[in-house]
């Protein structure tokens, strides 16, 4: 049976004329109506949100230049907006009189625990931004915001914009897989011809795992760290701004100022967090260095290549891949051929589906690209309009000027409606899968699959979520915690029975093997059964990442200049990472989340594993963790009313332990959670952590 939701999809038919209009439009009826307090407020911070957000997505996705330089300029101007709203003295002295009002008449009481977060929110917005301070530092602070937003949206502008090809002959392509090679563009220069490879990951990464020549990867390494140089000073700007606005705030660091809304509470906490999961990975780290430097020195002899002792970061990704290939006897790209993108995402999807109770029905609509895949999504057992949950989009495969990593937008967000009905929230998926080659069909790699996992997951966050209020639903949680569902779900990606089901072999259409499938679980439960082999120098991958942010986010010394936080990055990862560089490369340009709202907070990733691990194989309670069964129906809808309905209406802790809040059972975990699943993961025993 064929429903109609009650909203109908957006439309996606705007020209630039057309968001330059709109988004004025938006702007003056927000601005009309900002001397309302707190409910009203919300519901017109959400109508504006609502119709702004889809223009600006524009320029992630549209193939036309002239509407992502509209959509970009359209951002710009909303940002600008938002920080002069945000400064409002007036509004702020509205909400603050109102609040005192609730409690004197005491209507207070009154409110629901959400209705009190939003009044308690709305108030903390006003003090963080400084409302409190004079009018010459609020002035300033205006000045200073605004030249951080610019410079944050001129960031993502060129990250989106980033066309750059680095060109290789057949030869120094040797070991790439002929069917990724069949794939770039050829063609001949001084009579040879060659490949010209985009840095878009389908393209770049093979030949990181796979190009036999040292100086092919090492040229690849390069010239991928180096795409983005011209954002460098424009790092350096941001650093700087936001620099002086902590000091104007009264905040020591940046990552002071960021973290007190999180759950870590402090830069120092997020400093011991770093430090102390960097003692433990490091030993282990150095063991799987000796390991695979073994292995190239093995291989230099074989092939008569000078060897100079050193592992360089050109190296990591290569003999990684070729240590699972000689210990595991595990070719990664047979693997791939299970993984048939036409496969894949209605599998994963039918798995949602099944786990969380709900129904995907696609449709034909209005969109911004041919590739697009729309769906309206339902429940399960929906018989009439009451059952809609909302739209889903995803933009799966690569193309020029397109948003080049793996991300979910939440276009819209669900809440409740004056006239007492719902405005249901829209997600986007935006990938980048290889498309198809003349010799084979879209494939995606196991990691792939694990990223389209974790993707969907916040879709889902997004579209399960039900608040009453705009600015609580979905992913709207603390940025520490934001990552923790999604990582959860992961764990699928290893269960065999999630395997047999998602795989079908591009020619024979069997599913992966028994045999196939106990290969990939020993290669992410194999070394001290842990989830990654080489799980130390993974991590103190990701451990290099967060340790950057955080140094140049609490850093009072003179590091100011653009060649200093070049010098930062490479020093850091050779440091952190265990692995050198020949040539100092400026790879914070391509660290797109440092202006991207992970500023401060790109240690949330591994944060949040703990709460991952706990939900997914710790000891619970109510019964409720997902290791015993991961495809159990009713494991899934506990975690889908305790984790996903209440978004960011309560606090993140109180969604995993005990407690009867608002209108949910018992939560999650059924006691605080901690990190002993997280650890017993890493490292197979319960180390002592200060996590």
């Known amino acids: 049976m064929s429903l109609t939701p009650p909203q109908p999809p957006p439309s996606w038919n705007h020209s630039p004329e057309d968001i330059t209009r709109l988004n004025s439009e938006y702007i003056a009826a927000n601005r009309a109506v900002q001397d309302a307090v707190f409910v009203a407020l919300a519901e017109a911070d959400a109508r504006f949100d609502a119709g702004t957000e889809p223009l600006a997505f524009y320029q992630n996705v549209s193939p036309s230049k002239e509407l992502r330089d509209a ?9 600008q907006f938002g920080i002069e709203s945000s400064m409002r003295l007036d509004v702020y002295n509205a909400k603050v ?5 609730l409690d004197e008449s005491g209507e207070w009481e009154k409110l629901s625990p959400e209705e009190k977060r939003l009044v308690e929110k709305s108030i903390l917005d006003g003090t963080r931004a400084g409302l409190a301070l004079p009018e010459k530092e609020r002035t300033e602070l205006t000045v200073l915001k605004k030249e951080l937003s610019q410079a944050c949206l001129d960031f993502s502008k060129n990250f989106n914009e980033e066309n750059g ?6 030869e120094e392509l040797k070991g790439v897989p002929k069917d990724v090679v069949s794939g770039y563009t050829k063609r001949t220069q001084d009579g040879e011809e060659v490949y010209d490879v985009t840095y878009k990951t389908p393209d770049i990464f093979p030949i990181f795992k796979f190009a036999e020549n040292p100086e092919t990867r090492r040229r690849a390494l390069e010239g991928h760290e180096s795409r ?18 902590a000091k104007i705030l009264g905040y020591e660091t940046w990552a002071d100022y960021i973290t007190e809304e999180k759950m870590v509470k402090s830069g120092k906490n997020v400093d011991d967090f770093l430090n102390d999961l960097e003692s433990k990975l490091r030993p282990v780290g150095i063991k799987e260095r000796e390991t695979l430097l073994a292995l190239k020195k093995k291989e230099h002899e074989d092939k008569g290549i000078p060897f100079n002792g050193e592992f360089y970061i050109w190296d990591y990704r290569y003999y990684d891949r070729k240590y699972t290939e000689e210990t595991l006897e595990l070719d990664d790209m047979l693997v791939k051929e299970y993984f048939p993108v036409d496969v894949v995402v209605p599998a994963i999807l ?3 589906q099944n786990l969380l109770g709900v129904r995907f029905e696609a449709f034909q609509g209005s969109n911004w690209h041919p590739d697009v895949q729309q769906f309206a999504v339902w429940e399960k057992d929906a018989k009439d309009e009451s059952g809609f949950i909302g739209y889903c989009y995803l933009d799966l495969f690569p193309r020029a000027s397109k948003y080049s990593h793996a991300a979910v937008w939440p276009l819209l967000p669900g809440y409740d409606l004056p006239n007492g009905k719902r405005s249901y929230p829209i997600a986007a998926m935006v990938a980048n899968l290889a498309k198809p080659t003349p010799e084979k069909p879209a494939l995606m790699r196991h990691d792939d699959v694990v990223t389209f996992f974790h993707e969907m997951g916040h879709v889902f966050h997004g579209l399960l979520s039900k608040t009453k209020f705009a600015r609580f639903h979905g992913t709207s949680v603390a940025r520490d915690f934001v990552e923790a569902p999604s990582q959860m779900l992961e764990n699928w990606c290893w269960e065999p029975k999630v395997l047999e089901e998602m795989s079908s072999h591009y020619e024979t259409k069997k599913p992966l093997s028994p045999e196939l499938i106990e290969k990939i679980i020993k290669r992410h439960y194999g070394l001290f059964h ?4 080489n799980v130390g120098l993974f991590y ?12 140049v986010h609490t850093d009072q010394s003179c590091i100011h200049q653009a060649e200093d936080y070049t010098g930062l990055w490479n020093s850091l990862r050779e440091k952190v990472s265990l692995v050198k560089a020949i040539n100092d490369c400026p790879g914070q340009g391509t660290f797109g989340h440092i202006t991207g709202g992970y500023d401060a907070g790109y240690y949330g990733y591994t944060y949040s594993l703990v709460f991952a691990a706990d939900m997914y194989d710790g000891y619970s309670r109510t019964a409720t963790v997902f290791k015993p069964d991961p495809l159990d129906p009713a494991r899934g809808k506990r975690y889908r009313e305790d984790i996903l309905r209440p978004g960011g209406s309560r606090e993140e802790l109180d969604s995993l332990k005990d407690g009867h809040l608002m209108a949910f059972e018992q939560a999650f975990l ?15 025993t319960l180390p002592a952590a200060k996590i």
């Open 71 to 79: 959509s970009n300029e359209a951002e710009s101007i909303v940002r």
């Open 97 to 101: 009189a109102a609040k005192k009002n």
């Open 165 to 170: 090809v680095i060109t290789f002959t057949e």
């Open 228 to 245: 983005l140089e011209i954002n460098v000073p424009i790092l350096s700007k941001a650093l700087d701004l936001r620099r002086k606005i």
């Open 350 to 352: 039918s798995i949602y």
């Open 530 to 533: 842990s989830r990654y082999v």
């Open 540 to 551: 103190l991958r990701q451990l290099f990442f967060a340790k950057f942010d955080l140094k």
């Open 670 to 684: 059924g006691r605080p959670p901690n990190s002993d699943a997280f650890l017993k993961e890493l490292f197979g």
